[in-house]
């Protein structure tokens, strides 16, 4: 790995550069306007891929957003490593919450990153990580040290629900066949404490819609009388978690895994400081199920939050108004074995029975997502594990993760094959909220853990095939 890792020092600057230049499209997938940025955005990526030496490049349609692929093969008998990423972004705003604009990245320190970071959207979450592996093949491939086949798979729907991804696989399984997928989309516990991530938690997302009388009504002249649907909103959404946090919805926890003792140590041994994670948020005190640590509660725990709410008059000054309707967006983490569908329908029928008969209410359900765990007794795990040992000079814990990548479940199901989650951001980066950014550190280490990753998978798979 010597080439290669000289490579990245004498290029490192460039790699920079470049991630800028990605940095600048501002590829939302979320928003039509952007529709053709997107585009922009995923042949800049397949343009830069064919420039190092991929074959096969392509920047595939989708009744949506297009998926880039591209590919090396160096021998039908060494072993495949298929990269996934995404270089769709979520919207930037509020606007005028960023220090400095949201495509226009720039470099500025912070008291977690005193090296620097990039500040952009995207800049961890996920064209900066994502952007790694495209210039760690570069390394390896220009070096004459890629030691495996890779394969390109990145996409622009991610931040969606990868809407059109799952149909992708299917219809291009031959295509995508690979022994492990390696994601860099999500983060360690810090720059000190290495970790990989061995679990993601699933998602269901619902809209509801609560109708009281059939037009806005003068709030004094029949105020008091007619039931306020934000009111009822209110009231019925208080009445989904209990004193002690736990969610209210019958049959929520049924198939919830039971952790045993030992794992939940082992996620416990990362050196969480309670008071540094208040401090950063700016709380005086944090709120959660009883009888879970943070770690556990974020990690192994489901969840209900409102994402948003509205109804009635925001405007200016005041306006007296008893609205006809009140909505909410609601969104649950799930973890092993829970089922998107299945929670889906729990709450639809358990919101709807809460209802009072003065109002009518809608569930319409939104995308969602299956849990995702690794297992840690692989070579696909060990790799990374000796990867990170060798750039962090430490050994990484494994760690639950309570964000969620709904397509990790899938491909698992489609492609057969585990995905190992190598993230390098930061919890604290940001990500989806004003001024997110990437460490310099952590684009330098992820540079240079990736070459490792392939070069000891590439060893392990090959010494398992000649014993
Ligand atoms: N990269 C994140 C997920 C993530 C972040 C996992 C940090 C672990 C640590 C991903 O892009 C994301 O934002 N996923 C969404 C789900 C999606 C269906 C919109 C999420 O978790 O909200
Ligand atoms: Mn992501
Ligand atoms: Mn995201």
């Avoid at 709380?283 to 009635?312: C, F, K, M, S």
Wanted: glycine share 8%.
């Amino acid at each position: 790995m010597d080439k290669t890792l000289s490579y990245i020092e004498e290029h490192g600057e460039r790699f920079l550069q470049e991630l800028f230049d990605l940095l600048r499209i501002p590829s939302v997938s979320a928003d039509p306007a952007y529709a053709a940025d997107v585009q922009r955005a995923a042949e800049w990526i397949a343009e830069n891929m064919r420039q190092i030496g991929l074959d096969a490049v392509e920047v595939l349609p989708t009744p949506g957003h297009p998926i880039v692929y591209g590919e090396k093969i160096i021998s039908p008998n060494a072993p495949t490593v298929l990269v996934y990423g995404h270089y769709d972004v979520q919207p930037a705003d509020p606007l005028d919450l960023w220090d400095s604009p949201p495509f226009e990245p720039v470099i500025k320190k912070t008291d977690i990153h005193p090296d620097g970071a990039i500040f952009a959207r995207g800049a961890c979450d996920d064209k900066g990580q994502m952007f790694l592996h495209i210039k760690a093949f570069e390394a390896m491939w220009q070096t004459g040290e890629l030691p495996c086949n890779v394969k390109f798979m990145i996409e622009g729907e991610e931040e969606v629900g990868s809407e059109h991804l799952g149909l992708f696989c299917k219809e291009n399984n031959e295509k995508l066949s690979c022994d492990v997928i390696l994601i860099s989309d999500t983060s360690i516990f810090s720059n000190e404490v290495p970790t990989i991530t061995t679990g993601l938690r699933g998602l269901s997302y619902v809209e509801v819609e609560v109708t009281g009388p059939n037009r806005d009504l003068h709030s004094g002249v029949y105020g008091g009388a007619v039931a306020n649907p934000i009111n009822v909103l209110a009231r019925m959404i208080a009445s989904l978690h209990d004193e002690k946090h736990h969610i209210t919805i019958p049959g929520f926890y049924d198939k919830v895994e039971i952790i045993s003792e030992e794992e939940r140590q082992l996620l416990n041994s990362v050196p969480f400081d309670k008071e540094a994670y208040k401090k950063d948020l700016g709380v005086a005190a944090l709120e959660g199920e009883e009888g879970y640590t943070v770690i556990e509660q974020t990690a192994i725990r489901p969840t209900l939050d409102v994402n948003g709410i509205w109804g009635g008059y925001i405007g200016e000054g005041s306006k007296t108004v008893l609205p006809s309707k009140a909505f909410a967006k609601i969104s649950m983490r799930l973890v092993p074995h829970q089922q998107s569908d299945e929670i889906t329908d729990l709450f639809a029928k358990h919101f709807e029975s809460i209802a009072p008969p003065s109002v009518k209410v809608k569930v319409t359900p939104h995308h969602g997502g299956e849990p995702a765990v690794t297992p840690i007794d692989t070579k696909e795990y060990r790799a990374a594990e000796r990867a990170m040992e060798k750039s962090f000079g430490k050994k990484p814990l494994p760690l639950r993760s309570g964000g969620s990548i709904p397509i990790v479940a899938l491909f698992e199901k489609v492609l057969g094959a585990k995905s190992i989650l190598l993230g390098f951001g930061l919890d604290s980066d940001a990500i989806h909220s004003p001024n997110e950014h990437f460490g310099l550190f952590n684009f330098r280490i992820g540079l240079k853990t990736i070459p490792w990753y392939h070069h000891f998978y590439a060893e392990l798979k090959q010494n398992s095939k000649t014993a």
